[in-house]
């Protein structure tokens, strides 16, 4: 997180989607906010809870989850700084999946209310922020897709081309690398395998000298071949630039 500029994450993602006036950027940087630190594993908001304000990523990663079964987790998606995982709450107050933390995380907490206000004074950012629900959906759509036609290896192809691509509209991800504090669980509950599938999704990818996998941090060495193999296109996140559009070099 940027010291003393909270809002910049959120700016910097949505200029790579819209243009936003100087006006609209600076009701953003005046939302009032609560800023708090989640460890590990600790949930922000969890299913049946209702929600009275949305939650913004500064730093580190979120992701949303259900239960099957009572035990069985899928996640739905993987938040980046920048992101507003539950814009869906202001119509939607009541949550239907969990936002967990992943690693240590960095959020603040923007009252409905001000929001609606502020959405209410300015027609350009209700678009804005209409769109983002409508990426979001298309996100969905994607993973839909990717879990129900795409082999193990393809999955979690796709999904580190993603995660890269949202990451670098942020000023993240430079030099095609980035680190994210995931276990092997954790990608095999976003990608519908098993643990010991995705330990041996992700030796394949180092064997095909796709990218560099160690802990924590992940180098891509290969992107035209992990795109190819992931059936990769950015298409579905919808970027207005082609500096954020283009897929790296």
Known sequence: MEAGRPYTRLLRRLDS???????????????????KNFANGQDLIREGDIS?????????????HKL???SQRQIMSFHVPGDIPDLQTLHLPKLDHTVTALGAAVVAFIPHAAFKELLQASPQLTHVFWRESLVDAAIFREWVITLGQRDAICRVAHLICELVMRLRAVGLA???AFTIPWTQSDVADASGISTVHANRVIQELRR??????DSRLIQIRD??????????SPDYLHFRSTEFANVPG
């Open 17 to 35: 989607v819209v243009s936003l006036t100087e006006s609209d950027r600076r009701g953003i940087a005046k939302l009032p906010m609560t800023v």
């Open 52 to 64: 009275t304000q949305c939650i913004l990523v500064l730093d580190g990663y979120l992701f949303r």
């Open 68 to 70: 099957a079964n009572g």
């Open 174 to 176: 430079k030099d095609m």
């Open 208 to 213: 095909l000298e796709l990218l560099e996998w």
């Open 223 to 232: 992107w035209d071949g992990l795109a190819k193999l992931g059936d990769f």
